[in-house]
């Protein structure tokens, strides 16, 4: 019984995090008008599922990886009414979360639900350390460094253009063809984010079911893989609304700007093992582009902010209920 309530629950997860993650990638595409609505959805939710499927190829090094913070010992982080009470309250979370429009880390979900059920399970023992490699820093870090990056690409790219549109040997034809290189440049790199997302936020949610005996790695990565999908098709208009148009106006050149950053900062700091939120780098970098610009919504940003910061004690209460009432 537990076991079957641990495999729907982490598919809503799954789910949850579909509908609020899979449009980050590819929100300066449709803020930027370079593509509909309809036309971006279905590119991040067709390259983030290559990269939930590659992850299948990959499942012991990433489930490794992600298989917990160490904020509690193995006895209780193994157990299935706290993997259980976990999954609940990161879902309900996220879910909240996209329901209202706020992009949100589903690994700050996640984080918080174990820091919950561990405060109900061991008390104060809870490893406060990883708490703080796991959350503390990639909030302060990934808009701080996000929001100054993305103004700077973006400034680059203005002088580059202006330049293009004052010398007279210029062409309008050749500024079509430019403009055509942007767009397929920006077009791939949202690809590329989404991609890494996929690759990475699979395993992550994967690792909750591994005591399902039954259930294979690759099974497990299949259905939370098509979970993400459905949920990013079904209920990902919200967030998209208020990444795409309510962070800031773009046009094409600040959208590809912005998603440069992201994929850059991603990359880079999973290169170096650098705590930062894919979330959080993508909002932040949208919010430097507008900055520069001057359109930016320093309200809207300032709600986001609020909400990365209530996600960790919101999925820890939620968890330490759930588990006090699962553990009985």
Excluded at 292 to 307: C, D, H, M, R, T
């Amino acid at each position: 019984m537990f076991l079957i309530a641990l495999l729907l629950a982490t598919l809503f997860l799954a789910y949850s995090n579909g509908a609020n993650d899979n449009f980050k990638g590819v929100a300066t595409l449709f803020g930027s008008k370079t593509t509909s609505y309809k036309t971006a959805i279905l590119w991040a939710t067709i390259t983030t599922f290559a990269g939930s499927v590659a992850s299948v190829f990959l499942a012991e090094t990433l489930i490794k990886n992600f298989s917990g913070k160490g904020l509690v010992p193995d006895a209780i982080a193994n157990a299935a009414d706290f993997h259980l009470a976990v999954a609940i309250a990161a879902g309900l979370t996220v879910i909240i979360a996209t329901i209202t429009g706020f992009p949100i880390s589903t690994t700050h979900g996640l984080t918080g639900a174990l820091v919950g059920a561990g405060l109900v399970a061991i008390g104060l023992k809870v490893n406060f350390a990883a708490l703080g490699n796991s959350f503390v820093l990639p909030l302060l870090l990934s808009p701080v460094i996000a929001i100054p990056l993305g103004g700077v690409i973006y400034s680059l790219f203005l002088k580059t253009t202006s330049r293009l549109v004052v010398n007279p040997t210029t062409t309008e034809s050749s500024l079509k063809s430019n403009r055509q290189v942007i767009d397929t440049c920006h077009f791939i790199s949202a690809g590329v984010v989404s991609f890494a997302r996929g690759l990475n936020d699979t395993p992550k949610i994967v690792s909750l079911i591994l005591m399902i005996k039954s259930l294979s790695i690759q099974g497990g990565m299949l259905a939370v893989a098509i979970a993400m999908a459905v949920g990013g098709l079904l209920n990902a208009r919200k967030v998209a609304e208020t990444m795409s148009k309510k962070i800031t106006e773009m046009n094409h050149t600040q959208g590809l700007s912005a998603n440069i950053v992201t994929g850059i900062l991603v990359i880079a700091a999973s290169w170096f093992g650098l705590p930062v939120s894919t979330t959080h780098v993508s909002v932040g970098s949208i919010f430097g582009v507008g900055l520069i610009s001057k359109k930016a919504n320093v309200g809207v940003f300032y709600q986001i902010l609020l909400s990365w910061i209530l996600t960790l004690p919101t999925a820890a209460i939620i968890s330490a209920i759930a588990y006090g009432l699962l553990h009985r």
